[in-house]
């Protein structure tokens, strides 16, 4: 944090009298720890979402295929909870209070 001083002359004394203003800057090192949390699911929730699309067999697109893996458990229910508790993460790191 910077600190600010003020010099102000006080007449009754003759003597100038500093006042130091401290800078406020909402986010504290919790806040920014919280958010590198929330971002770190978020990137991991999109990664576990990625894979071949449903005509893509052995890393060749096939229009004559079908790929059952776009329905696995991992890319329809624990991808898009990942992606959903890191906005919640996100939410909480920024209204969180230093």
């Known amino acids: 944090m910077s600190k600010k001083t003020n010099k102000l002359a006080a007449s009754e004394f003759g003597k100038e009298t500093e006042v130091v203003q401290e800078s406020t800057f909402y ?16 990137v991991v929730g ?32 624990i991808a898009p909870l990942f992606i959903v508790i890191g906005f919640v993460i996100e939410v909480y790191a920024i209204l969180k209070r230093k």
Not at 49 to 68: I, Q, R, Y
């Open 27 to 42: 986010f504290g090192q919790q806040n920014f720890k919280w958010m590198l949390i929330g971002l770190a699911f978020i």
């Open 46 to 77: 999109f990664l576990l979402m990625m894979g071949p699309d449903a005509n893509t067999v052995d890393g060749k697109f096939d229009p004559n295929s079908w790929n059952d893996d776009i329905f696995s458990i991992r890319r329809i229910r």
